[in-house]
Structure formats: structure tokens, C-alpha cells
């Protein structure tokens, strides 16, 4: 780091420090506790071995040359790593990719699902041979970690799994941390529980993983296994797995909220101590302490969360995430690329001001729709396709909503612009931007607006 910094000016230093602070502690007391979503083996291990760096790998010259590009980037930001294991302790059922920008100020989120499909690269294949005697060829993201036998030897994430998510965003992973569910249901217990809003009803038990879900919708706390249970239910969400990670990142925005609380900052350092001893990462306890209290500093505002683009497919047989490069790029631009200050952010011209606000209604009926009817009572998606073509839009598609019944309607929408014109038909539906639908709108009729439909 220190070689690295040799081309900056003191503020800019100050600046980088500062922003390493932010994503020791913010990593710690925040991201790895408040997303994982999955049933993770107890571990009280912490890895002492320093990882291996990406920068030291022996690269192709295509490889080296982005190396080269990066390097440049890299003396500014911080990206940290986040992984969640199974119950086997083996697969990587949360990946999390946390960026710290210490010129922005922002502190932005990716979440990338754990059945992102893998070609092994040669490299990657010739490390897993050395590694654990041999080779693979194409899996899911979360499973490469399993195929590196990391429950025995969990250094091995930084050659195998971390390699590929440098590969997919190309920017390097500076650090990492495998958190385990016990660290979670403890913080969120020592810090008095979360309030949050619960998206739908949510009841699933399986004995075999002590896993037992009963929640109601609607705002209310919830504690250690209650909140375990909210990010971890995967059932009923229209978009999968995806509907699962913007959950947790709605769990997470409260828990964070609650972690920043004055009282909570207060007893951050004897909750850290308590949770670091679940948890194995390259980080030092010392090195966390040392920033801790530019926590104190962070604005909330300044915390983005986003998901892979793409879409979950069965093309093959098996069901894979299949990314969507093109967006992909202009994300990876967005987070790793950004250079606008917080706080900076143009604003629109007075003449867009005048004419326009954040809650204009852009009519666009050329866009295609989905309904789905989440109600239990019949009829409900064909009497909104009847309406919705009286008006001059073309539903593509009406189907009973797969997944059962659910309270509140939802509008998911390509681009959120474009939702607000059906709130005329839909005044409680809450709306979703979600960049990898199939269809650009896709309407879920939840109970709320059954009576307004009939």
C-alpha cells in the first residue's frame, strides 16, 4: 500500500485511510453480519495466513495488461470481498462485493448470486489441480469454493472464487471475510434486534437445518433466528433468488441504521471482539480497531446496493444466473468508475424543475407487461389486462402468481420511470426497479388491491 501511494497527494492519503477505516469497520460491523442469508457452520478458526494477492498471481499477458489498467484505480478505492457459507461449510451461498471510494465518499454494494454460471479458466484449473489434486471445468459461482475444499483450508477462496469475481467485474478484491450464521444471530441480538418492514408472510420449517420461519408481514423487530429466518426464506419471491438478495439488502439498510445509532456505537468494540472469533478474514482485530471511529463519520445516505444484472435460466439442464454483460459494464462503471462526490450530485436544469419532479408520471404505453395475480380471488390479472388495453397498453402475459398469495402488491419495472403510470391502477403497490426482468413491467396483484380490482 505504501508503494502505492507514493503518487498522492496528503489529502488525497488522508482520504484513502479514511476510506480504509470506513470499509474495515463498516465490512465488520455491517455487510458481513447483515446479509447473510444462508445456514453457516459454527467456526471459531480465524485464518491467520496471509492471502496470496491477486497482483502476485503469475498473469497472461491479456490478464497483467487489465492488472496494469487497474493499478491506477486501485490507489483509491477498496474493494472487500464477502462470503456467507452453507451448513457444509464448503459453498458460498452470499457473495457480496463491498467497493469503499475515498474520492466519492460512497460506499456502494454489489450482490452476486451464488448460481452465476463458471467456465474455469485454464489458470483456475491448473491452481485447483495443485490445490486439491484436480481439475473442473464449468459450476456455479458458490460451489468453486467447495471444489477448493475451503472449510479445510479457507485461503484457498482467494485463488479460486475471488479470482473469478476479479475476472467477472475486473477490479481486484483488496480483502475478504466467510462469516457464519452464529456471528449473525448474535450481533443482531446484542444490539437489540432490527426493526424492518417484512416484505410478505413467510413460514417454512426443516428440521434437518433447525430451520424454522414464522413471520407475519409489515413492520415489526425481529431478533437473532427471526431475522436468520427473514434472509434466508426463499420461497414466494416472483423473481427467485433475486427477490431473496433485495430482501437482505432491505434488512440490511435497517440493521445498518441501527448499528449507527449513537447508543449501538457506543458498544461496537465489544461486539466486534465478540463476533471476530466467528469469522476468518485477512483483516487484523487491531487494524479494525485502529478505524473505528470513522464509522462515526459515515453518512448513510451514501450506502448504494445492486445486483449482478442478468437472468436465472435452466437453458442447460442445470439452473444457472446467466450475467448480462452489457449492463454489466455500465455497472461496473457506476460503482468501481464513479467520481462524483456525495453530496455533488447534479441537479436537474431550472427548466426540468419547472416543468417536471421526481413523481412524474411518464406514459409509455409501448412497453411490454406481465400481471400476476397474488390474491387467491379468480379473475383479478385478466380484469387489469381488460383495463390496462382499454387504455391502450398490450399485456403480453396473465398468469396465477406461482408462489401463493402475498399481502402487497408490487410493480417491477426495467426502468422505475416507467412504473408510476400504473399506480392509477394500483394506488398501494409498491414499485421495484429491477434491471433483469424478461418483460419491462411485471405487476403482482397482492391482496391490498384485490377490493379495488373486483
Known sequence: MDQNKKGLTKQQQKKLLKTFGISAGITLAVCLVAIIGVVIAYNKIILQKPATTF??????????????????????NKTVAVFGVDKDETRTDVIIVVNFNSITNK??????????????????????????????????????????????NP?????????????????????????????????????????????????????????HIDLQPGLQTVYGKDAEGLVRY?????????????????????????????????NLPSIITSLFTYVKTDVSLTEIFSYLS?????????LEFHTLPGEGASYEGPSYFYIDQEQLDDLVKDVFYDTTIAGEEPTSSPEATEDSDSTEIIIDQDVSIEVYNATGVRGLAGTLKDTLKKKGYNVARIDNYSDGDIEES?????????????????????????????????????????????
Not at 502476485?56 to 487497474?70: A, F, G, I, P
Not at 486439491?132 to 458458490?142: A, C, M, P, Q, R
Open 55 to 76: 497482483q502476485n498471481e503469475e498473469l497472461s499477458e491479456e490478464e497483467q495488461q487489465k492488472e496494469d489498467d487497474r493499478k491506477g484505480r486501485g490507489e483509491i
Open 155 to 211: 485461503g484457498n477462496i482467494r485463488d479460486i472464487t475471488i479470482n473469478e469475481i476479479e475476472n467477472i467485474l475486473t477490479v481486484p478484491i483488496d480483502n475478504y471475510v466467510i462469516v457464519n450464521i452464529e456471528a449473525f444471530n448474535k450481533i443482531v441480538d446484542a444490539i437489540g434486534g432490527v426493526e424492518v418492514d417484512v416484505p410478505q408472510r413467510m413460514y417454512y420449517n426443516d428440521n434437518s437445518q433447525d430451520l
Open 107 to 152: 460506499v456502494k454494494v454489489i450482490n452476486i448470486p451464488r448460481d452465476t454460471k463458471v467456465i474455469w479458466t485454464e489458470r483456475q484449473r491448473s491452481k485447483l489441480k495443485q490445490l486439491v489434486g484436480y481439475e473442473w471445468d464449468i459450476s456455479k459461482l458458490n460451489e468453486m469454493s467447495a471444489y477448493a475444499d475451503i472449510k479445510n
Open 234 to 266: 426463499r420461497y414466494g419471491y416472483a423473481e427467485g433468488d433475486v427477490g431473496r438478495i433485495k430482501t437482505q439488502q432491505i434488512f440490511l439498510q435497517a440493521f445498518a441504521k441501527k448499528v449507527m445509532s449513537p447508543a449501538i456505537m457506543n
Open 294 to 302: 470513522l464509522l462515526k463519520e459515515f453518512d448513510l445516505n451514501n
Open 410 to 454: 408490487t410493480i417491477y419495472a426495467k426502468d422505475k420511470t416507467k412504473a408510476n403510470q400504473f399506480l392509477e391502477y394500483l394506488e398501494d403497490a409498491t414499485i421495484v426497479e429491477d434491471s433483469s426482468l424478461e418483460s419491462d413491467i411485471k405487476i403482482v396483484i397482492g391482496k391490498n388491491s384485490a377490493s379495488a380490482l373486483q
